[in-house]
């Protein structure tokens, strides 16, 4: 049985890679795309988050400050893998997800996208 959290609301909602794609276009200059294969959402080109190819996980490039503070908080949330190690990407397991959480995190990469594309 799949396992459903509240959302912010305090009603049951199942995140989904269509929950990221909502809340991530609600964000200015962002729009839909591709990365190795998969869904993505950029800002002028530049990945923000991308639909992991096991599709039970988005990748945010959100810098190492955030991804450290994230994971702390959150670790059965937010976490990386051997590969991200050196990357300043957070995976995000959608199955644990708040939405409330997932808007935070997406909000979080979008600044630090942007900050990067203005230096």
């Known amino acids: 049985m799949a396992q459903r959290k509240k959302n912010d609301g305090g009603t049951n909602e199942t ?6 794609r909502e809340l ?8 839909e795309g591709t990365s190795y294969g998969t869904p993505a959402l ?3 080109g530049k990945l923000l988050a991308r639909l992991r190819e096991d ?5 945010l490039v959100i810098g190492f400050d955030n991804r450290e503070m994230l994971m702390q908080m959150n670790p ?3 976490y990386i893998t ?3 190690r ?4 957070v995976l995000v397991r959608l199955s644990t997800v708040r939405r409330g ?3 935070d995190a997406l909000e979080m990469a979008w600044r630090h996208v942007t900050a990067k594309k203005a230096r």
């Open 101 to 103: 959480e997932l808007r």
């Open 86 to 89: 050196d990357y300043p990407d």
């Open 42 to 44: 950029k800002v002028k």
């Open 24 to 31: 991530g276009l609600a964000l200015p200059g962002v729009e």
């Open 82 to 84: 051997d590969h991200y």
């Open 55 to 59: 599709a039970e996980s988005v990748v």
């Open 76 to 78: 059965e949330t937010f």
């Open 15 to 20: 995140i989904t890679y269509d929950t990221v």
